[in-house]
């Protein structure tokens, strides 16, 4: 596609649910990092894929997220058992190269709220 | 860890004016530092990237400039406009590090 498509754009989960976000990538697009924002504040990384393999997931606040890319394109972060902290937008952003002065392009990202 | 500030957090200005962001970083051995544009409900959209041995980069109305040793970035928007209105985010990648390190943001209003 054209750009990082993510899905769903709102997603509002009654605490404790589980939540599944989807991110497209930019076909090819070899790096995908996660980031989480809560209201007021810059992003946060959560976790980074090369291809399939998360070579850094520090960000990742709990054992309560979970980030896969099993076939190296399309992404899932899942949230178990969410919790009102968890609210904040949820940012996708892919990159071509895994050399880091290259850029990303972000999608629109996801807004969990979580009642 | 690295902690990325931008001052002020808000700011306003009348259509036409110059206008300079600026951002600090607490940790000078950095890889890169960009400023995005955040529009309300959008992703990010990249503006400028400066690497670690340059000093600045310019866009159009945009200049940004790194002073990596003192840990200081800022942004100048010339002749501001109207749909420059948006909040402006700093961020550095570390040396080693995968993952941007973000500021809290400018959010610009620019009033015609």
């Known amino acids: 596609g054209a750009g990082v498509s993510q899905s769903p754009r709102y997603k509002v989960a009654k605490r404790g649910q589980d939540v599944a976000l989807r991110c497209d990538p930019i076909?090819?697009?070899?790096?995908l990092f996660w980031y989480q924002q809560a209201l007021g504040q810059g992003p946060e990384f959560l976790t980074y894929?090369?291809?399939?393999?998360?070579?850094?997931k520090s960000g990742l606040p709990s054992d309560r997220f979970f980030a896969e890319r099993p076939e190296g394109s399309v992404s899932t972060l899942k949230i178990q058992r969410t919790q009102q902290e968890d609210s904040a937008v949820y940012l996708c952003?892919?990159?071509?190269?895994?050399?880091?002065?290259?850029?990303?392009?972000f999608g629109s990202g996801t807004r969990l709220t979580v009642v | 860890k690295q902690e990325v500030t931008q001052i002020p957090a808000a700011l306003s200005v009348p259509e036409g004016e110059n206008l300079v962001l600026n951002c600090s970083f607490t940790?000078?051995?950095?890889?890169?530092l960009q400023w995005f544009r955040q529009d309300p409900g959008k992703g990010l959209t990249s503006l400028l990237l400066?690497?670690?041995?340059?000093r600045e980069q310019t866009s159009g109305r945009l200049n940004a400039s790194l002073d990596k040793s003192s840990g200081r970035s800022t942004l100048y928007i010339a002749a501001s406009q109207p749909g420059d209105s948006a909040t402006y985010l700093c961020?550095?990648?570390?040396?080693?590090?995968?993952?941007?390190?973000f500021g809290t943001g400018t959010r610009l209003t620019v009033i015609p």
């Open positions: 400066i690497q670690s041995s340059q």
């Open positions: 076909s090819g697009h070899v790096s």
């Open positions: 894929f090369q291809n399939e393999a998360q070579l850094d």
């Open positions: 940790d000078s051995a950095i890889y890169n």
């Open positions: 952003a892919s990159s071509s190269r895994t050399d880091l002065n290259y850029g990303y392009t």
């Open positions: 961020a550095v990648t570390g040396a080693g590090a995968n993952n941007l390190f």
